[in-house]
Nanobody, 124 residues
Framework: QVQLVESGGGSVQAGGSLRLSCQAI????????IGWFRQAPGKEREGVAI????????YYADSVQGRFTISQDNAKNTVYLQMNSLKPEDTAMYYC?????????????????WGQGTQVTVSS
């Protein structure tokens, strides 16, 4: 059974840091990319960052470029999202997702597996 298990969320003041983890369990070898999305109350789910499992190519949303870093540890089957210089507008539920395809990375419909999410709250 495929599982994506997120952890590492919490509450932090503006300017602080958090590291999110996404542990992949039972993921097919045909998965080629893993990403992080977020959804704030009343807003659509948006792509934050992705990493291609081969080559480790990464992409970021403009709103997090330079502050967030996505990485992977193959030995632990885990993808991380290091979040620095957090802002109140980063407050959201953060989800990990995995995809077989190379379609537009920010489109949530292009992902095949999703985790349950981890909450990030940034106070001013």
């Amino acid at each position: 059974q495929v599982q994506l298990v997120e952890s590492g969320g919490g509450s932090v003041q503006a300017g602080g840091s958090l590291r999110l983890s996404c542990q992949a369990i039972g993921l097919p070898d045909s998965i080629i990319r893993i990403g992080w999305f977020r959804q704030a109350p009343g807003k659509e789910r948006e792509g934050v960052a992705i990493i291609y499992t081969v080559g480790r190519i990464t992409y970021y949303a403009d709103s997090v470029q330079g502050r967030f870093t996505i990485s992977q540890d193959n030995a632990k089957n885990t993808v991380y999202l290091q979040m620095n210089s957090l802002k109140p507008e980063d407050t959201a539920m953060y989800y990990c997702a995995a995809a077989f395809n190379r379609a537009y990375w920010k489109n949530r419909e292009n992902y095949n597996y999703w985790g349950q999410g981890t909450q990030v709250t940034v106070s001013s």
